[in-house]
């Protein structure tokens, strides 16, 4: 399993943001997808995952601003960013759980055995 994702950069407050991460060597049907972040200094903190059955949870913090959706012809989950903001700022990563746990479970790191190189996002003011 490998996990590769992609569409970071550096944006302003205000700007929107797709993240990419591509699932090789299983499937989204059988796999939840999570993402989480880590800014400087902090630990890693969930932002959003969704399920192999494409049921989702966003972050309390980050409803309404982020969406997390899948694309299975492309094996490919998205993190659609939008009013983005300078606390935005981390590197951001994908990760793939086997178990298929229930979303609240899948809400911390725990479950995920795969995870992405990261991409870094930075928000300026």
């Known amino acids: 399993v490998q996990l590769q994702a992609s569409g970071g950069g550096l944006v302003q407050a205000g700007d929107s943001l797709r993240l990419s991460c591509a699932l090789s060597?299983?499937?989204?049907?059988?796999?939840?997808m999570g993402w989480f972040r880590q800014a400087p200094g902090k630990e890693r903190e969930f932002v959003a995952v969704i399920n192999w059955s494409g049921s989702a949870k966003i972050a309390f913090s980050l409803k309404g601003r982020f969406t997390i959706t899948r694309d299975t012809t492309v094996n490919t989950v998205y993190l659609q960013m939008a009013s983005l903001k300078p606390e935005d700022t981390a590197v951001y990563y994908c990760a793939a759980d086997r178990s298929r746990a229930a979303l609240s479970y899948a809400a911390t790191m725990t479950p995920y055995e795969y995870w992405g190189q990261g991409t870094q996002v930075t928000v300026s003011s």
């Open positions: 060597g299983r499937t989204l049907r059988n796999t939840n």
